[in-house]
């Protein structure tokens, strides 16, 4: 059975950093794309980052977040620095259906970071 | 590319029809999933590349569409279908739709 657990999450002061995990099991994580796509408080679904052929981010991360892996571990991490505000979202690790289209087809359970 | 959905919000009655529009800013074939989100849990895979039920979901969610315009239908709505849709186009950098939420009365 595939499944996704976020850890990590927290307050942080703005500024700050914070780095999230993802542990995968149940499947080969390096053998498929994945995200992390985030949420903010009472608002839709946010696309932040993709590890699959290459590395991609939405604009609003660029030079402040970094996503990569761990293989050996099937781990999944996105660390984030320079921390604002309007980065305080619910964070959720997602695993493409196959290695470089991104349908998002297993979820975690997200990691709430608040950025105060 | 900008995902539009349409309406926001919904609320219809157990065994109704229901239909949510999604418009893509450019065309995508058919690289548009739908997610299903209740409150409180993570997004769930409801249909991929615009028409294709994913395992163990009802037959009554159906999905159509291409190019730039796609639906998802909803035949004889249930109670456990009272949650948020988003769209989602797969075609380039990943962006999903605004959602649409949908209460049963």
């Known amino acids: 059975e595939v499944q996704l657990v976020e850890s990590g999450g927290g307050l942080v002061r703005p500024g700050g950093s914070l780095r999230l995990s993802c542990r995968a099991s149940g499947f080969t994580s390096s053998n498929y794309g994945m995200s992390w796509v985030r949420q903010a408080p009472g608002q839709g679904l946010e696309w932040v980052s993709t590890i699959s052929d290459n590395l991609y981010y939405a604009e609003s991360v660029k030079g402040r977040f970094t996503i990569s892996r761990d293989s050996s571990n099937n781990m999944l991490f996105l660390q984030m620095n320079s921390l604002r505000a309007d980065d305080t979202a619910v964070y959720y690790c997602?695993?493409?259906?196959?290695?470089?289209?991104?349908?998002?087809?297993?979820w975690g359970q997200g990691a709430l970071v608040t950025v105060s | 590319i900008a995902m539009t959905q349409s309406p926001s919000s919904l609320s219809a009655s157990v065994g109704d029809r229901v239909t949510i529009t999604c418009r893509a800013g450019q065309a995508i074939d058919n690289y548009l999933n739908w997610y299903q989100q209740k409150p409180g849990k993570a997004p769930q895979l409801l249909i991929s590349?615009?028409?294709s039920l994913q395992s163990g979901v009802p037959l009554r969610f159906r999905g159509s569409g291409s190019g730039a315009e796609f639906t998802l239908t909803i035949d004889t709505l249930q109670p456990e279908d009272s949650a948020t849709y988003y769209c989602?186009?797969?075609?380039?950098?990943?962006?999903f739709g605004q959602g649409t939420k949908l209460e049963i009365k």
């Open positions: 590349a615009a028409s």
């Open positions: 989602q186009q797969s075609y380039t950098i990943p962006t």
């Open positions: 997602a695993k493409y259906q196959n290695t470089i289209t991104s349908i998002f087809d297993h």
